[in-house]
């Protein structure tokens, strides 16, 4: 257990002792203790011992706690899942050589999912660049600072000690502006070891806390043109997080239908009485139908990125057209709504505060005066004379799978089944794979529904307790959404390496890792980790003996049927030989068996093997029309 107070580091004040020395490993430690840096990800080499060093010798004062990963880019998926997490600063490092080549495919999801992720990777001593010393990666070797180049948003070697301070500030500034994302850092073994005097201690927490400011006209516009909109509708995309609450309240006003990206399922209730589902890949049919609406003036897109996951394929009917609004805090977002009526530029956040400020009485007007969107609300559903869950309010592409008893268990209602069995709150971190595509469309979460029409009803009623109101619609700013998947990079495996960083930061709540047998195969180490250090993490196994995403693309495409076929392979026992308890699913029964909450009270990680049917085709089309195949 860490201390309550434990003492500060040598700088851990901008009022600090001037002309401190420190070893450039201390340093480095020092700044990610004063940002509230919790946990550090890596794997250890000797290029890398004096970081390592300087996190031990802090982690017994209470500094951030080393997790040593299996694989360095197992480090990276955790920081990039700690990041997403906790909104703070993901760390990650690898020694010198392979484990910095290693590390480059977890930092360039990070990079795709603009996480703030500080990647360090070590160098050989300087005096030995250009020698042929071993694991060398210098520009005349395996030039990894060139390789980074490409997925980061710094990317710098750090050729003398006195560069060290000024460099890591500015890593660490870069993963925080717009669009956030990885900063990486290349430090010799010997600047790492180097004692360096520091005439100044930079408070790195005031700077990041800065709040950027909105463009005050087009918001204005943006809020006159909510007012007059015939029928409105709302695009959340992975941007808004900080704004969901307000646009939801909004939403409610207006009678106006909400939409989710892949990005961003797990921001909105599938129970709220607005939404209408995923427009995108593995979307929903009523997302596009309330798009094609003729009666539809006005789609306000927040936080989107526009590309090809979140838009169908850049449908410029649908959804890239004249009647397009974009709210974005990222002015690179843009390029994909050049054809937009307004682009508004400013934190989703601020920007709806303002809307919140100028629309006033007015919108709340409103919700008496527009009729409704149209839709089937939560009610229980009968099959066979047997009560089932409640439907979400989005259309299912096969809601009796969803709902069939069939053995093997059908992957829709092992979605289905899951949220009922785990408490609220709980995340779901999807891989890769064919889970993404039946997680997005099939999982549906109930347990946030009342939650979420209190925040909508807080921020229209309390207008004499502001304050509250405030804290209610913000409230997901503390909150990274209980769904989370890697779109557009798209890894196999990423997932069990985010669950962890997830899960590190989130001790009280379980986490859900969905991923498939492939994946499994490819980064089952990292497990360990979860026994090691007791996560409450699921590893919920879509085992068909299959690469199934490609076996049933290959089917669609009218593609040989080649390279799919994976051996049989009991996971549930591999987990037993790791240290980690194992579970084998057939039936929906067998997973109502499991004590899912006795495994979670006692912080015992489990792997659930689920058998499913193997026939059952993923909600995948929209990715055979990206690739210009199927039907």
Same mark, same amino acid.
């Given at each position: 257990m860490r201390p309550t107070n434990p003492p500060q580091s040598p700088l851990a004040t901008p009022q600090a002792e001037a002309e401190t020395t420190l070893e450039g490993g201390e340093l480095i430690v020092h700044y990610l203790r004063q940002i509230g840096v919790e946990y550090v990800f890596g794997v250890l080499g000797g290029a890398i011992e004096p970081l390592v060093n300087a996190l031990a010798r802090d982690m017994r004062r209470g500094g951030p706690e080393?997790?040593?990963?299996?694989?360095?880019?197992?480090?990276?998926?955790?920081?990039?899942?700690?990041?997403?997490?906790?909104?703070?600063?993901?760390?990650?490092?690898?020694?010198?050589?392979?484990?910095?080549?290693?590390?480059?495919?977890?930092?360039?999801?990070?990079?795709?999912?603009?996480?703030?992720?500080?990647?360090?990777?070590?160098?050989?001593?300087?005096?030995?660049?250009?020698?042929?010393?071993?694991?060398?990666?210098?520009?005349?070797?395996?030039?990894?600072?060139?390789?980074?180049?490409?997925?980061?948003?710094?990317?710098?070697?750090?050729?003398?000690?006195?560069?060290?301070?000024?460099?890591?500030?500015?890593?660490?500034?870069?993963?925080?502006?717009?669009?956030?994302?990885?900063?990486?850092?290349a430090v010799p073994?010997?600047?790492?070891?180097?004692?360096?005097?520091?005439?100044? @201690?930079?408070? $790195?927490?005031?700077?990041?806390?800065?709040?950027?400011? =909105?463009? &005050?006209? /087009?918001?204005? *516009?943006? @809020?006159?043109? $909510?007012?007059?909109?015939?029928?409105?509708?709302?695009? =959340?995309? &992975?941007? /808004?997080?900080? *704004?969901?609450?307000?646009?939801l309240a909004l939403a409610m006003a207006l009678q106006a239908p909400v939409l989710v990206t892949p990005h961003s399922k797990g921001f909105v209730s599938s129970f709220h009485p607005c939404f209408r589902g995923v427009f995108g890949l593995s979307g929903h049919q009523s997302a596009e139908q309330v798009l094609a609406d003729p009666a539809v003036d006005c789609v306000v897109a927040i936080g989107c990125s526009l590309g090809e996951w979140a838009t169908a394929g850049w449908d410029r009917t649908a959804l890239l057209n004249p009647r397009l609004i974009h709210v974005d805090s990222n002015p690179e977002n843009f390029r994909n709504s050049a054809m937009a009526r307004l682009h508004v530029l400013g934190d989703p956040g601020a920007v709806f505060e303002r809307i919140d400020a100028l629309t006033g009485d007015a919108a709340g007007a409103r919700r008496g005066s527009v009729a409704p969107p149209k839709a089937v609300k939560p009610t229980l559903h009968l099959i066979a004379d047997k009560p089932v869950h409640p439907l979400p309010n989005c259309t299912l592409d096969d809601p009796a799978e969803w709902h069939s008893d069939a053995t093997p268990i059908k992957p829709q209602r092992l979605m289905r089944?899951?949220?009922?069995?785990?408490?609220?709150?709980?995340?779901?971190?999807?891989?890769?794979?064919?889970?993404?595509?039946?997680?997005?469309?099939?999982?549906?979460?109930?347990?946030?529904?009342?939650?979420?029409?209190?925040?909508?009803?807080?921020?229209?009623?309390?207008?004499?307790?502001?304050?509250?109101?405030?804290?209610?619609?913000?409230?997901?700013?503390?909150?990274?959404?209980?769904?989370?998947?890697?779109?557009?990079?798209?890894?196999?495996?990423?997932?069990?390496?985010?669950?962890?960083?997830?899960?590190?930061?989130?001790?009280?709540?379980?986490?859900?890792?969905?991923?498939?047998?492939?994946?499994?195969?490819?980064?089952?180490?990292?497990?360990?980790?979860?026994?090691?250090?007791?996560?409450?993490?699921?590893?919920?196994?879509?085992?068909?003996?299959?690469?199934?995403?490609?076996?049933?693309?290959?089917?669609?495409?009218?593609?040989?049927?080649?390279?799919?076929?994976?051996?049989?392979v009991d996971f549930a026992l591999m987990a037993k030989a790791m240290g980690v308890k194992g579970y084998v699913v057939r039936t929906p029964q067998d997973l109502q068996d499991i004590d899912w909450h006795g495994l979670w009270q006692r912080g015992e990680p489990a792997v659930i093997d689920v058998r499913i049917d193997r026939d059952a085709v993923p909600p995948i089309k929209q990715r055979m029309k990206s690739l210009g195949v199927g039907h």
């Amino acid at each position: 257990m860490r201390p309550t107070n434990p003492p500060q580091s040598p700088l851990a004040t901008p009022q600090a002792e001037a002309e401190t020395t420190l070893e450039g490993g201390e340093l480095i430690v020092h700044y990610l203790r004063q940002i509230g840096v919790e946990y550090v990800f890596g794997v250890l080499g000797g290029a890398i011992e004096p970081l390592v060093n300087a996190l031990a010798r802090d982690m017994r004062r209470g500094g951030p706690e080393l997790i040593v990963a299996r694989h360095e880019a197992g480090a990276a998926f955790m920081a990039d899942g700690y990041a997403r997490e906790t909104g703070k600063l993901g760390v990650c490092f690898a020694t010198t050589g392979p484990g910095a080549t290693n590390m480059i495919t977890g930092v360039a999801a990070a990079y795709h999912n603009r996480n703030p992720v500080l990647a360090i990777t070590a160098q050989t001593r300087l005096e030995t660049f250009g020698r042929g010393a071993m694991q060398e990666c210098s520009d005349t070797a395996i030039d990894t600072v060139g390789m980074y180049q490409h997925c980061t948003r710094y990317n710098t070697l750090v050729s003398h000690p006195k560069q060290l301070e000024n460099k890591l500030i500015a890593a660490v500034l870069n993963t925080a502006r717009d669009p956030h994302g990885p900063s990486h850092l290349a430090v010799p073994l010997d600047v790492m070891r180097t004692r360096i005097d520091v005439d100044r @201690a930079v408070d $790195l927490n005031a700077i990041l806390r800065s709040r950027p400011g =909105i463009d &005050e006209d /087009a918001t204005a *516009a943006l @809020a006159q043109t $909510l007012l007059n909109a015939r029928q409105p509708v709302f695009l =959340i995309g &992975e941007g /808004a997080r900080g *704004a969901c609450g307000r646009v939801l309240a909004l939403a409610m006003a207006l009678q106006a239908p909400v939409l989710v990206t892949p990005h961003s399922k797990g921001f909105v209730s599938s129970f709220h009485p607005c939404f209408r589902g995923v427009f995108g890949l593995s979307g929903h049919q009523s997302a596009e139908q309330v798009l094609a609406d003729p009666a539809v003036d006005c789609v306000v897109a927040i936080g989107c990125s526009l590309g090809e996951w979140a838009t169908a394929g850049w449908d410029r009917t649908a959804l890239l057209n004249p009647r397009l609004i974009h709210v974005d805090s990222n002015p690179e977002n843009f390029r994909n709504s050049a054809m937009a009526r307004l682009h508004v530029l400013g934190d989703p956040g601020a920007v709806f505060e303002r809307i919140d400020a100028l629309t006033g009485d007015a919108a709340g007007a409103r919700r008496g005066s527009v009729a409704p969107p149209k839709a089937v609300k939560p009610t229980l559903h009968l099959i066979a004379d047997k009560p089932v869950h409640p439907l979400p309010n989005c259309t299912l592409d096969d809601p009796a799978e969803w709902h069939s008893d069939a053995t093997p268990i059908k992957p829709q209602r092992l979605m289905r089944d899951l949220p009922a069995l785990l408490p609220a709150g709980t995340r779901y971190i999807t891989d890769g794979t064919a889970a993404k595509g039946w997680a997005l469309h099939y999982l549906h979460i109930p347990d946030r529904r009342v939650a979420e029409r209190r925040a909508a009803s807080g921020a229209l009623q309390s207008a004499a307790a502001p304050a509250a109101a405030q804290r209610m619609a913000d409230r997901r700013k503390e909150a990274a959404g209980l769904v989370r998947t890697s779109m557009e990079f798209s890894c196999m495996g990423w997932a069990i390496g985010h669950t962890l960083g997830a899960a590190c930061a989130r001790r009280d709540t379980p986490v859900v890792c969905l991923t498939g047998d492939g994946s499994m195969l490819m980064n089952s180490q990292e497990i360990t980790v979860a026994a090691e250090h007791r996560l409450p993490v699921f590893f919920v196994v879509l085992n068909d003996s299959a690469l199934g995403t490609i076996r049933h693309g290959q089917v669609l495409g009218g593609a040989e049927q080649i390279g799919w076929e994976l051996p049989e392979v009991d996971f549930a026992l591999m987990a037993k030989a790791m240290g980690v308890k194992g579970y084998v699913v057939r039936t929906p029964q067998d997973l109502q068996d499991i004590d899912w909450h006795g495994l979670w009270q006692r912080g015992e990680p489990a792997v659930i093997d689920v058998r499913i049917d193997r026939d059952a085709v993923p909600p995948i089309k929209q990715r055979m029309k990206s690739l210009g195949v199927g039907h």
